[in-house]
């Protein structure tokens, strides 16, 4: 594994951590400032933060487990699965982000899910 990579599973797992955490610091530590999500869907931290806000207001418990990561180049693809008991013990929606990174930080997100079932972003 070169170091580049190396890098990048670190910036994973404080995807997760901060994700789980604070939402506000997961952007502004995880994204670069330029960030751009589903190809322009979001962009930049002002909006990113909004519509974390929003999720938050919606779903205050939700989580997000990380079950993979992989890493090759400045690439890391994310398995995972977004929890929010408030919805039932059993309630899950599995997604799988391909994160393109700079300098340390996450570039472009393409996140793949059920956006329909995640929680603040209809």
């Keep these: ?17 901060l994700y789980n955490t604070d939402a506000e ?23 990113f933060v909004q ?11 939700r ?4 079950d993979r990561t992989y890493a090759t180049g400045n690439v890391v693809i994310v398995e995972a699965v977004l929890l929010n008991p408030d919805q039932g013990p059993d309630w ?3 997604f799988c982000a391909v994160l393109t990174c700079r300098d340390g930080k996450i570039a472009t997100d393409w996140t793949y899910a ?3 079932k ?3 972003l209809a």
Excluded: S
């Design 51 to 61: 519509i974390e806000k929003n999720v938050l207001r919606a779903a205050p418990k």
């Design 25 to 47: 610091r997961f952007v502004h530590e995880c994204y670069t400032p330029d960030c751009e999500v589903n190809g322009g869907m979001i962009r930049g931290y002002e909006q």
């Design 118 to 120: 995640w929680p603040g």
């Design 92 to 94: 899950q929606l599995p």
């Design 63 to 66: 989580t997000m487990r990380v």
């Design 1 to 17: 594994m070169t170091p580049e990579e190396q890098q990048n599973l670190i910036v994973a797992k404080r995807y997760e951590d």
């Design 114 to 116: 059920e956006f329909a």
